[in-house]
């Protein structure tokens, strides 16, 4: 329950940052590096591995706390996590197009043409932009983004926006694997929160 409840906080993270970008044009970057770092860690032996520890996945948790609580803020947040759990019930059927993207991933995993750190992250999210774009982005739903024009017209933010929707992905994939279902969201609300909260507190 706790590595689920983990890789739930993983979709909240990527939702509520997108939310952020979209709205306000800027972002958590520590938050999103996670986001990030979860999709260049493609053959992960543990959730350590992939997110870093529950400190790296801090506002998806405190997100995650905040929607099973009610909180009306983050109902876009929570839009968005519905969309891409509808969008991974898809996509887990659709072989050619995983292979497709791990290997892509992997190739994206292993850049090295810049040397500065934001710069190279940067590049890595505008690469997997342009896979999501090709891929993701065909399956249904279709995930719409909702924010202001000006910064949805911004292309790094376009980028981010599209890798944090990756990744969001990504954790929802964890989820399924681990045993998350629209059941345990119904019914293991009460649990989750716990769990939640007692990876909040650390």
């Known amino acids: 329950m706790k590595d689920r409840t983990m890789a739930l906080a993983g979709i909240f993270q990527a939702t509520e940052l997108v939310r952020q970008a979209a709205n306000h044009g800027t972002w958590s970057g520590y938050a999103a590096d996670t986001c990030l770092g979860s999709l260049m860690a493609i053959d992960a ?12 996945v801090r506002l998806g948790i405190q997100t995650l ?6 909180d009306r803020h983050y109902v876009e947040s929570l839009g968005y996590a519905v969309s891409i759990m509808q969008v991974e019930n898809h996509f887990q059927k659709n072989q050619d197009m995983q292979a497709r993207i791990g290997a892509q991933l992997l190739t994206i995993s292993e850049l090295n043409e810049v040397q500065e750190e934001h710069e190279k992250k940067d590049l890595q999210a505008k690469q997997v932009a342009a ?21 949805l017209q911004v292309e790094r933010t376009v980028n981010w926006i599209r890798t944090l929707l990756f990744a969001g992905l990504r954790s929802a994939v ?20 716990e769990h939640a909260q007692t990876l909040l507190a650390g």
């Open 45 to 56: 032996a543990s959730l350590e591995d992939i997110y870093g520890g529950a400190d790296s």
């Open 65 to 70: 706390i905040s929607v099973l609580q009610g």
């Open 131 to 151: 896979l999501y774009r090709e891929t993701i982005s065909t399956l249904s739903p279709r995930i719409v983004v909702n924010g202001r024009p000006q910064y």
């Open 174 to 193: 964890l989820w399924r694997q681990l045993g998350g279902g629209r059941f345990s969201l119904m019914f293991g609300r009460k649990k989750m929160l």
